[in-house]
Structure formats: C-alpha cells, structure tokens
C-alpha cells in the first residue's frame, strides 16, 4: 500500500514539515534541519572568542551561519559573502556598506569612519563607493568603522564572514601577500583591541590552503591562533533521515513506507544533507515503484554519471587547484591507496603501500601530506592512529573515478 | 477552421493558451518548477534551476508556460516582480549591466515610471557607483517580494558578466535571498561546471531530453487539433499516422522546433505521401540550421560541416587529418560541440567516433549538393520501411524452417512479375519487402544465406537507386556479422540507417 504522508508527520518524536528539494539553493532558516546543537555550541563559543568554522564543501557551511544570522533577535549581526571582494578597499566598502544598510540610523553610527575618511579625502564623501584614497589608507579606515560599531550601546557585534578565504586569496593575488597578511593581521588586532567584537570566518576553501601560501610567502604570524577552529559534520544520520522524510513530504513522493526509503538515503550519502537533496530531487522526477534499492541505484548512478550532478569532481580538482604541482601526485597516490581499503589504516603502512607506487625520499613530506589531506577532510584518523576516508561516498567516488575498482 | 498562431522560431510569441494547447512531455517538469517559484516567492528559500538542453528542444516554450502559470496564481502577485531577460536583444558586459537588463525586465512587465526615473539617474554616476546604487535601488524596490528571474541563454550572459561580475551576482543572491532564478542554456558551460566558479553547484540542473516517437506524435497531434485540422488529427490516431512521423523523428532526433516547422507542411495528404512535406520542412529549416553555424568557433564549423560531407560516424583522427587540426584541438572541439548538442559520438574500443547528432541538419547543409536527390531516396525508403503492412505479418508467420528453403527464396527474389520492368514506385517497394526477408536472416545470423542472397540482389539491384540504401544495409550486416560482430561495420552508415541494422541484431550503440 502506497502512503502519502501529507503536510506534516512525527518520526522520533520529531515533528517533521514537509519541504520541497533544493539542492544547491538557498535554504530559508527554518529548513536547516539537524543543526540546532552546533548552533548552540557555535553560539557558547562565540560567548568567548571568534569561530574558524570549517568543513568541506557542500556541508552546509553558508546555511548555518545564515540562520544563526537570521535567528540571531537581539544581537547585532552582520552576514557578508565576500567572494566579490578583490581589493582591501572593496573590503572595506563592504563592511560600511552592510553595516549602514543592517543599522538604520547608519550614517551616525559610522560617524567617525565618515568624518576621517572627509580628513583623508579633503572634501566630504556622498556616494556609496569610497574615493581612491581608501587604497592607501583603508586599514585606519578599517578600523574607524568596527571602531564606530563597537562603541554603540547594544552589546557584542558578530561579523559572518562567508568566503573569506577566497577574498583573500584573491586579495593576494591582486595586491600581493603582503597585503592579505595587513588584513588578517589587522583583524586580529581588532579582535583584542575590543572584547566585544566577534568575527565567524568560513568559507568554500580551507583557510589553511590560503594560510600555507602566505608562508611560504615568509608570513610568521599566527593571525586566528585567538579562534576557535570548529568543525561541521555530516548530520547524524537520524537528523539526515528526518531530512530525507520531510523532503519526501514535501515532494509528495508515493512509497510504501517513507522511513525505510528515509532511512536508505541518509546511509546511502553518509548523512550529507546536499546529497540527500539530490536524491530526493531524483525520486520526484522517478517514474515507477521506490524501494531501498531504487535508492542505492540512485546513488550508484550518481557517483559515475559523466554530468557529475554530485559535484563530486570537485574533490580530484581541487587539488590540482589548491596544492603545489608537486604535492598533488603525493596527494593522488595516498588517496589512491586509501580509496582500496575496506579498514583504516596506518601512517606505517600507507608509506609502505606509496612507496611501491612511487619512489619515497622524504618521510616528512608524507607526514605533511596526511595532514593537509586531513585538514581538507578528505581523510580522518580514527583513535587508534590508523587512517581512511573521511566519507566512504567519497571513498566510493574515489575509486570509481580513479578506476581502482578492480 | 480555426487557425491558431503557432510561432515555429519564436515560442514566446504565442498566447498562453496555445503554449498550453501544445505543451506535451514536460508536464511534471513544469509543475515542479512552479511549486518551486511558489515556495521561493512565499518563502525565505529561494531555488535556482537551470534547464539545459540543444536549441530548439523547447526551452523558451517551457520558460513561456511557466511565465504564465505564475502571471496566474494571484496569491503571489503582491510578492512577486518579474523580469525576462529574453534570449535576443540583451548585452551584458558587467554585473551592472546586469542590472539595468534586470531593470529593463521589471518596467516591461509594470511599467513603473517612478522607478524609470529612478534607474535613469544611474546612468550620470561613475560605473563604480552606479552599479552599488543599481543593487541598492532593486533591493529597496523589491522590498518584500521576490524578483522571478527568466534568463535564456545564461551561457552566454555569464560570458558577458565574467569571474568578476558571477562573483559579484552570487554575493548578491548569497546576501540578500531576494531573487529566485529560471535560467537556460544550450550546453553546459564553464560558469556552472568548473569548480573554481562561483557558481559551481549553484544550480538544480535539469537536461532537456527530445521527444520520444510517442511525444512527438502527442505534440503533432495537439497542435492539429488546436489548428482545427481534424482530418489531419484522425490521421495521427492511427498506426499509418504514427508509421508517418516516426520517419520524420528519425532525421529530426527529438528536436521539438523541427516538429512545430513540420506541423505547419501536414495534411493528412502530406503526412501520408510525405517526401513532399519533409522536402518542405527542409526548406523551411535550412536558414535555422545555417543560424546554427554562427553560435559556434569557425574551427567548429570546419568539422561540423566535415561530418556533413562525410554523412557517417568519424574517428577523431580522420577529422582532425582533414580539417588540419591537431588531434587535442579536435578532441575539444568536439567535446564542446556534443555539450551545445551538435554532434553524438559513439565508442568503438577505445576510440570516439562523431557525427552530426540530427540527421536532418546533415541533409539541410548538404541538400543544395546533390539537389535533394539523396533526402528523397533515404524518405521514401524509410517511408516504405517503417509501414507496418501486411507482407511483415506474412514473413513472421512463416514456418521457422522456410527461411533456409532457397526455393522459396529465390521465388521472392525472381517472382515478382512487376521487376524489374516496373515504374520506380514499386522498385522501391520491392526493395522493401525483399529487405524485410534479409532482416529476418540477420536476426537469425544466418549468414552464408546472406551472403547469398546480398549477392543476387546487388546483382538484380544495384542499377537501381531504390535498392542503393537496401543494398547498403545488407553489407553493413554481412560485414558485421564477418567481422564477428564487428561494429566497425555499422560505422559505414548515418545514423538513421544504422539504428535499422541496430535492431536486426538487437545491438545497443555505446
């Protein structure tokens, strides 16, 4: 018998609302499903310090900081996607700008910043767009305008700095590194300069692929050593499978029973929320009977379809992209190795198994491999010390792609 | 009669009623993608889908419909502004030309002085300027309410806009959740599909497939029926009628503009007889698919008209030792050309052979060359093959052992009474049926009977040029079947004749 669940329904003692799919759009706050306690833990945090928050691509970065953006009654928060920002300038154009448009009494709050940028300019400045002279001078402007935030009554200010990463990548490469180190140099500054500014750096590149350029670029500083670094998983996979059965509502999708199928797809991707979108969106579009199997077939399809709708090419690419030329074969024979194995494991036997791939000279730059590829969570350790894909879909890709499967 | 306006070129001309009378295949597509225009516009979340698919497949027929449907829900109207960047007459440069497109869009819908005025103030400010106070204005403009963006063509649009000005509209949209998006695009493109791109895995991708036999007959079928044409609609009903049309969606390979063209040359008469109607629609179809020529690289024409002259599957080491490219260059080329949806490619071991993807553009840019003579043989033979007449029923009921009595054969071969002294009209059908006999011991793989009888009828036929297509398909499988199944055999034939021998052998291509 075929079961329509409707508009809503409990699982778990859940209740559950239907949604539609939208895999890769932007999702209203309340559909962020299985994140309220990293929310709370990112809120407990920012009590005290700023956020490094991390993850891999398509986990849901950019969701939960809009809805702690969009939830956040009472405090002063200000979302910015930088990825249009190529220039310490337009940097600063942004903040003022975003701040002027979240504060309507805008104009006053940023006195200060107004009435040095007037000294700096010589005349006064009307448009939205700063003059020229904010290229040289846009660090003290920087700080007049987190200066004039700060020192309005209303308590701590949060900045969620979406892709500041990328800015600075491209800052670097505008304007060269040492002016992307100024940047993060001066933002850490700003940080212990006024306790009640709190800044969530995220971003579709890891912070550390931009960290690790500008040293060898010869940068010292530790520039997010007062962050806090915290990590976003995959959802719990009965937070994956609530997901998995609201979107079934939500489409209307006719199945015997929507937990099993739920439940199928939240294993099937590893609780990836992304992934559970598109399989979801898939069975909408399904002509014919679902069952658990439909589900693996889905996914199956998915990992070698020529079309890539998983976007899952962007793990081999973005080595080729991120890492030096000469670590990238490093990268793709340790991944390559791990990608054939059904258990973690070691750093001792993943050099052995690499060097009958490839001639070894340097244990060392392994050891620094495993880590980079850990920080880009591509691999994890698990506590007996032994190493393996972080997400065995992934693993599955890997292998598939790669042609290991045999 | 009530005739109907039906644009064949331009599916946004059309009144929402005949968008709808002649909608077919895509009826789940288009309720979803209201459904979601309807939560974006009701709701925080905001989708973004792109319909990717080969022009003419029926992407601004689709864009139109939805256009109207949500003109349509009231519930939404107070929510919701409208913009349609139409796939002619826009060129964006930057993200604020962008912006005063989108601008252009909202007064062509509301016709909205006050923000006329406003907008045309942009334009005395520097473009540093005018493109912050552009996005400021739409968003104190949309207030509340979500903007609909219709974009054809967003391949090219991205172009204009560049890394920068995709960066500065995925901020935009990452910022503000003000703005749903419907989109299409001939291919896929780097914009979407490179990941170092912001707007890698933006969005729901759905590829456009063509019309399946039965679709393409639907949508014949609608539209006579919007037209007021019964006779024609009578027509279509029966199997004659859907025997008619598969020869068209043969050459035509699903495309639903090439359908619309051929809508407009049926009678019952010219559906039944044919050559006329296809010869017709060749015509008609020649300046769409010359237009075609000028939306790719002139490298691209080279090998598109290449594989036109050849009239065949290519290796990519022939084209690219006839068009003096390299073989990379080739590769490439031909990778872009098969994502825009102009050729298919076929693997043969290792290697990729390509050809044009419709049969029919072929014929278009080689018919001036033989004039026609070609496309009319290769009609009136798939015309003759494709009837599901009485002989079939005869030959399948035939006792299994009466294929190998050469007796029998031979009779079939020699007896007509009417060969070879008759008019060409019947050679044609004398082809046919001694075809359907070879078929049947193609099916069997009884291949030194084969042999046999391909040599007797060259010997009878090939003076003939109604056996010249017959005779090529016999040689194609006698060489398959030599080869050991060889499939290197096929790749001497068009697609269209190829997908006949495919089914002897029940053959799937690659």
Request: glycine content about 6%; some cysteine; proline content about 3%.
């Amino acid at each position: 018998m075929k079961t329509n669940l409707g508009g809503t329904g409990t699982l778990n003692a859940v209740v559950l609302q239907a949604m539609k799919t939208n895999p890769g759009g932007s999702l209203s706050p309340s559909e962020v499903v299985g994140r309220d306690a990293l929310i709370k833990q990112l809120w407990r945090a920012l009590e005290k310090q700023s956020v490094v928050l991390s993850a891999e691509r398509r986990m849901g970065k950019t969701s939960i900081i809009k809805k702690m953006h969009a939830e956040s009654a009472g405090k002063l928060t200000v979302y910015q996607d930088l990825e249009k920002v190529g220039t310490p300038r337009e940097f600063v154009e942004s903040i003022v700008e975003s701040v002027e448009e979240r504060l309507s009494t805008g104009k006053r709050v940023a006195e200060g910043f107004r009435s040095l940028l007037q000294n700096l300019h010589g005349a006064e400045v009307s448009g939205i767009k700063l003059p020229e002279v904010a290229d040289r001078e846009w660090k003290v402007l920087l700080v007049a305008i987190i200066k004039d935030l700060v020192a309005k009554p209303g308590g701590t200010v949060y900045f969620f700095w979406d892709e500041l990463p990328l800015m600075l990548y491209k800052i670097q490469k505008n304007s060269g590194e040492t002016v992307a180190m100024e940047i993060l140099d001066t933002l850490r500054s700003l940080r212990q300069t006024y306790p009640l500014l709190r800044m969530v750096y995220t971003g579709s590149i890891g912070l550390h692929n931009v960290l690790t350029s500008l040293k060898r670029a010869g940068y010292a500083n530790a520039p997010i050593n007062d962050m806090k670094k915290i990590d976003v998983p995959a959802l719990q996979l009965i937070d994956a499978e609530n997901l998995a059965l609201q979107l079934i509502m939500g489409e209307n999708i006719q199945v015997a029973d929507p937990q099993i199928i739920a439940k199928t797809i939240a294993q099937s991707v590893d609780g990836i929320a992304f992934y559970v979108q598109h399989v979801v969106d898939r069975l909408a579009n399904w002509q014919g009977t679902i069952e658990a199997k439909t589900i693996k077939d889905i996914v199956s399809n998915y990992l070698c379809d020529a079309q890539d709708p998983l976007d899952m090419r962007y793990f081999q690419e973005r080595i080729k992209t991120y890492y030096l030329r000469e670590e990238v074969s490093l990268a793709y024979g340790l991944l390559d190795i791990l990608s054939t194995e059904t258990v973690a494991i070691s750093f001792g036997n993943l050099a052995n198994k690499l060097a009958s791939r490839m001639a070894i000279h340097d244990l060392e730059a392994i050891r620094s491999m495993v880590e980079l590829l850990q920080l880009d969570h591509y691999i994890q350790q698990n506590p007996e010390g032994n190493y393996a894909f972080r997400f065995p879909l992934i693993q599955r890709y890997w292998k598939l792609n790669r042609g290991l499967s045999h | 009669m009530n005739k109907a306006f039906l644009s064949r070129f331009t599916p946004s001309l059309m009144s929402p009623e005949m968008l709808e009378a002649i909608f077919v295949q895509r009826e789940k597509l288009a309720q979803r993608t209201v459904d979601q225009i309807r939560d974006s516009v009701l709701t925080q979340t905001k989708h973004y889908s792109l319909l990717v698919g080969p022009r003419g497949i029926g992407k601004t027929h689709f864009v139109s419909l939805i256009y109207y449907r949500i003109k349509k829900l009231e519930e939404l109207q107070s929510r919701l502004v409208i913009s349609w960047l139409h796939e002619d007459g826009y060129a964006i440069g930057s993200f604020l030309d962008l912006l005063l497109q989108i601008f252009q869009g909202i007064f062509e819908e509301n016709k909205d002085k006050a923000l006329q005025e406003k907008v045309k103030a942009i334009y005395s400010l520097s473009p540093q300027e005018a493109e912050a106070v552009a996005l400021r204005l739409l968003k104190e403009y949309l207030d509340k309410c979500t903007l609909l963006l219709l974009i054809e063509n967003l391949d090219e649009v991205f172009k204009g806009l560049s890394e920068e000005g995709q960066q500065k509209l995925r901020s935009a949209l990452q910022e503000n959740s003000f703005c749903t998006i419907l989109a299409t695009s001939p291919a896929l493109f780097n914009g979407v599909a490179s990941q170092t791109l912001p707007f890698y895995g933006f969005f729901r991708i759905q590829h456009l497939e063509g019309l399946s036999l039965e679709e393409a007959t639907n949508l014949l079928l609608k539209i006579a029926e919007a037209q007021g044409n019964e006779d024609l609609s009578k027509f279509l009903a029966t199997g004659l009628g859907e025997d008619r049309v598969r020869v068209v969606h043969e050459l035509a390979g699903g495309s639903h503009r090439v359908f619309v063209v051929f809508s407009q040359f049926l009678t019952e008469k010219t559906l039944d007889e044919l050559v006329n109607a296809v010869m017709e629609i060749l015509d008609d179809l020649t300046p769409y698919y010359q237009a075609r020529m000028s939306y790719v690289s002139p490298q691209q024409r080279k090998i598109i008209d290449f594989l036109a002259s050849r009239g065949r599957p290519v290796p990519v080491k022939e084209i690219a030792q006839y068009c003096f490219i390299t073989n990379q260059t080739t590769s490439s080329q031909l990778k872009d050309l098969q994502e825009k949806g102009y050729v298919s490619s076929e693997s043969l071991g290792r290697e990729s052979w390509y050809e044009l993807r419709e049969p029919l553009m072929r014929h278009c840019l080689e018919v001036k060359k033989n004039r026609g003579e070609s496309v009319r043989l290769l009609v009136s033979f798939l015309r003759g093959w494709y009837t599901r007449d009485e002989l079939e029923g005869k030959i399948k009921g035939l006792p299994e052992n009466s294929f190998s009595d050469r007796e029998y054969l031979q009779k079939m071969a020699y007896g007509w009474d009417i060969f070879p002294q008759n008019p060409s009209a019947s050679l044609g059908m004398i082809a046919k049926k001694i075809l359907k006999i070879f078929e049947d011991l193609a099916s069997k793989e009884a291949l030194l009977e084969m042999v046999y009888w391909q040599s007797v009828w060259t010997e009878l036929g090939e003076k003939h040029d109604e056996f010249q297509i017959p005779l090529r398909l016999m040689n194609a499988a006698v060489q398959f079947l030599k080869g050991n199944r060889n499939k290197r055999a096929l790749m001497e034939l068009p697609i269209e004749e190829r997908r006949i021998v495919r089914e002897w052998f029940k053959e799937k291509p690659k």
